[in-house]
């Protein structure tokens, strides 16, 4: 399980991230020929302690968030460092291993607290932690009584009051959206708290709205700051709100 980590600086722990120039890549091979990845000087910089990613399918945000995690010494699939959770099907489409070999990040300090949180195995690991918890004879924190969302939420808030830093991909795809604004709302509580650094990425325009955090615009061209309403996902949204049967007519044709 993870140590328990103290320090007196300030997240963002995890500064930056950018490839090694000392390695050959293959260009032919996944990940190295993600357009994102193309030019030798990419850097993804982290200014604030809650960054949130957005961008479109297939650009690399996953890849990156997993070869973040392989960095930081945790299971790309979900969790903590030293941790594994029961049902460990989506090992196989672990990519970070390949991604971490190339990366060199710089911290300050290096922080040994960390979790993935993925929706699809949400499950696995509330499920080790309920059964590790009730095998070490205690109650449990019975994280698969509370639905989904609730469970995710509650495990969330339990952990990210410690300096650590956390890593999610897609949280929306287990939270209604008025969970999600109860996520933004711990993300915000997080960020005034200064003790934990949190990377999201994300399609939901309500997590892109979280205040007082770094967007930034993931592209096949780069990775770039961009203000919320500038974003493709943001213009869309609006156009749908405004008028949702034009807007489906429109974009999917007669
Ligand atoms: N193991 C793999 N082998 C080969 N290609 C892969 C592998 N994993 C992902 N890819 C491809 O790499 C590209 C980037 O995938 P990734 O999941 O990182 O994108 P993403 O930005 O997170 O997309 P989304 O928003 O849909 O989650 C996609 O084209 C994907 O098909």
Sequence with gaps: MARSYQTRLSPPYLKQVRLRHDVELDRSLYPFDLPLLRDREFTLRF???????????GVGKSTLLEGIAAMAGFDQAGGGPGYRPLDHSTAAERNGDTLRDVLRASWLPKIGQSWFFRAESFFSVSRYLDLAAREAGGSGPE????SDGEGFLRFFAERCTRPGIFLFDEPESALSPRRQFEFVRLLRDIAAAGKAQVIVATHSPILMATPGATLLSVTRGGID?????????????REFVLDPHGTIEAMIGA
Excluded: K, Q
């Excluded at 200014?47 to 399918?57: K, L, S």
């Excluded at 994280?143 to 509370?146: A, G, I, P, V, Y």
């Excluded at 700051?225 to 949204?237: G, K």
């Design 47 to 57: 200014d604030r302690a809650i960054t949130v990613m957005v961008g479109e399918n």
């Design 225 to 237: 700051p961009v203000a919320l309403e500038d974003t493709d996902h943001y213009r869309l949204y």
């Design 143 to 146: 994280f698969l009584s509370h």
